[in-house]
């Protein structure tokens, strides 16, 4: 079974509509975060949530909303969808441990596409 | 702040062929340097990483060493395989807010014919 797991894999949708695109992690992580990846652009970092009770903006925040439910549920919404948010996105989750820096595991990506 | 610029692709390669590719970065301290891999239809695993200058990274016969005076971290495989077709993204981490941050470059897609 795979550890980061992310519903929908594929969603088309319509300009102004809601989306929840849904993480959810069996790793036991504290960290999770959101990226959408766009061609010739890598990933760019949307939110990231340390705790349950901390949520923190990325770099490309603006059109983003999150909720996380539980340590291993972490929600991005899209309260009213546009174009140029059609992407691909990754959930991620990295452990809370000591040292400089702890790896990221990627869910499988949803892809999302805004008429 | 921090970026990463990596070759640009695609890179089509002939089996057994011996790869490059390029990166460099800017950072304004001392970051950690990772190379991540991601196969069709897949999300990123991390293929090898290095933490500080000269440190050399290695996994699955690829390797990728951490060049501080060049600020670089080239991957580098003698001999390719099928197999290894996929993106490959070069990435630092930073620090930001007492926590470590992904930076990454823009991907080198790869194809390996046999």
């Known amino acids: 079974d795979a550890d980061v797991t992310q519903t929908p894999r594929n969603r088309i949708t319509k300009t102004g509509k809601r989306i929840m695109l849904e993480c959810s992690q069996t790793?036991?992580?504290?960290?999770m975060y959101w990226y959408r990846q766009d061609p010739g652009l890598g990933l760019r970092l949307i939110y990231y949530s340390f705790d349950v009770k901390d949520i923190n903006k990325g770099e490309i925040s603006d059109g983003y909303s999150v909720s996380r439910q539980a340590q291993a549920k972490f929600s991005l919404s899209l309260e009213s969808a546009i174009p140029n948010q059609t992407a691909l996105y990754f959930c991620?989750?990295?452990?809370?441990?000591?040292?400089?820096?702890?790896?990221?595991?990627f869910g499988p990506g949803t892809r999302l596409t805004v008429l | 702040g921090d970026s990463v610029t990596q070759m640009e692709g695609p890179v089509t390669l002939s089996e057994e062929a011996f790869l490059t590719i390029n990166c460099t970065y800017t950072?304004?301290?001392?970051?950690?340097l990772f190379w991540y891999v991601q196969y069709p239809g897949e999300g990123l695993q991390l293929l090898l990483k290095?933490?500080?200058?000269?440190d050399k990274g290695s996994n699955k016969g690829f390797e990728a060493t951490y060049r501080k005076e060049t600020t670089s971290f080239h991957l580098e495989k003698g001999s390719v395989q099928v197999s290894d077709s996929a993106v490959y993204f070069c990435a630092l981490s930073e620090k930001i807010q007492g926590a470590q941050k992904l930076v990454f470059g823009q991907g080198t897609r790869l194809t390996i014919n046999p």
């Open positions: 790793k036991g992580h504290d960290r």
């Open positions: 290095a933490t500080k200058a000269d």
């Open positions: 950072a304004t301290g001392y970051p950690s």
């Open positions: 991620a989750t990295s452990d809370l441990g000591a040292g400089s820096y702890n790896e990221q595991f």
